[in-house]
């Protein structure tokens, strides 16, 4: 079995191609167990999240897993194929470890990413697909991108999504404590946006999620109110900003909805802030007038102005990142070796219970123990010498030095000059 990732992410596929490739927190398991039991995949863990969905697996056939992801989201391969990364053994550890530690990301550094990290390898653990050649990989993979944070500055003053967004708001809007703020969803997204927000005091806070107790804690701390999903159409207009990340399949605000709202604000702006994928809000919302609709890809490029301060830390984690791939790899290379060992062990073992069994027998006889020992150790030595002898005095010509030059190594002969 082989070590292999694919995907796509932000920097292969737009947004519009990633979100046909997202796999569903409430689905993941499934599909999990699905890739394991009907594929040629011993092991498996998906990464999904906005920017990127990532299958890592243990597997002979790599085709068979891309091409079971394709068709798990009813596509063709050949649809996805040209934003596709495939890789293989080594490729795979360095770009498990790259992703880890922020090297990847649509924002340099950010530290989200470790986190839904995290969160994949429990859920395959859950699947019950996590097996010790994944866990070894991601367990690594964890220390590395904390070696990576603690030694350089990677992660120093990052502009993150969120502030990326409250920072498009002072663009557009006097000051935020003049306007009204709804927050759809309740993921780390949403957490990460209304902890920004907040300290900047806007005049009112909504929360709106399909499960209303997580919305009413997220409410009660951020001094905030909670509306229900079906409550959209009559409070979206008292809103002026609009920050949405759930899980839906399928736009949950559509352009019909924003035009009543905008009818009933006498056309006063909008800001909507779209950080899902799938998105929430259609994309025909961003061609009304007096709405400024924003996606997780153009917050992506906002975040990412002013990158320069960290990037004399990308070389300095780059060669930490190296070094630990090549440590991995020799682990990985080891651990091949294994059943040969293995077999090597079991054929010197039952070497040893012969002699011994033989010897055993000659002193119940009566034999003289010295002269039992002295044959004990002379088969043994001539047990073991055989396989190595027989392949040396029968190799070819050309071979013959070679063998010797390799025998001399692993039995530690001094070869006369």
Not at 120 to 145: C, M, S, Y
Not at 310 to 326: G, M
Request: hydrophobic share 45%; glycine share 6%; net charge neutral.
């Amino acid at each position: 079995m082989q070590l292999f990732a694919f995907g796509i992410n932000h920097h292969t596929a737009p947004l519009s191609v990633r979100e046909q490739v997202v796999f569903h927190a409430e689905n993941l398991i499934e599909a999990l167990r699905e890739l394991v039991d009907r594929r040629p995949v011993k092991e498996a863990a998906i990464i999904s999240t906005c920017n990127r969905t990532e299958v890592y697996c243990s597997t002979e056939e790599p085709g068979a897993a891309v091409d079971w992801m394709a068709g798990y989201h009813r596509l063709k391969t050949q649809q996805i194929e040209p934003y596709l990364y495939q890789l293989p053994q080594e490729r795979a550890v360095k770009h498990a470890f790259r992703v880890a530690s922020g090297l990847d990301s649509m924002v340099l550094g950010e530290p989200q990413i470790l986190g839904q990290f995290k969160e994949a390898v429990r859920t395959a653990q859950a699947a019950g697909t996590l097996g010790l050649l994944l866990n070894k990989l991601f367990q690594r993979t964890f220390a590395v991108a904390k070696t990576v944070r603690s030694e350089t500055e990677i992660g120093a003053a990052t502009v993150s999504m969120a502030s990326a967004a409250v920072g498009l708001a002072q663009r557009i809007y006097p000051g935020i404590a003049e306007q009204s703020v709804l927050f759809i969803g309740t993921g780390e997204m949403i957490e990460l946006a209304a902890t920004h927000f907040a300290a900047h005091h806007p005049r009112r806070m909504a929360f709106a999620n399909r499960t209303p107790r997580r919305a009413q804690q997220l409410a009660d701390r951020f001094l905030g109110r909670t509306i229900t999903l079906n409550d959209l159409p009559s409070q979206l207009a008292v809103h002026d900003i609009v920050v949405t990340c759930t899980a839906s399949p399928l736009p949950i605000i559509g352009k019909g909805l924003v035009e009543s709202a905008l009818k009933a604000r006498k056309h006063r702006p909008m800001l909507m802030l779209d950080l899902a994928v799938p998105r929430d809000i259609e994309a025909e919302v961003g061609r009304l007038d007096d709405v400024f609709l924003y996606t997780v890809d153009d917050l992506g490029k906002i975040a990412r102005e002013g990158m320069d301060l960290r990037q004399n830390a990308v070389a300095q984690a780059e060669v930490i990142i190296e070094n630990q791939v090549t440590d991995f790899m020799h682990w990985l290379g080891n651990r091949e070796l294994v059943p040969t060992i293995r077999a090597l062990r079991d054929t010197a073992e039952r070497a040893r219970r012969h002699e011994v069994e033989r010897a055993l027998r000659r002193l119940a006889k009566g034999d003289d123990p010295q002269v039992v020992m002295e044959q004990l150790s002379r088969g043994l030595a001539a047990k073991l010498l055989h396989a190595p002898t027989h392949a040396l005095s029968h190799a070819r010509e050309e071979d013959r030095e070679q063998l010797a030059q390799w025998l001399a190594r692993l039995y530690q002969i001094a070869r006369p000059e």
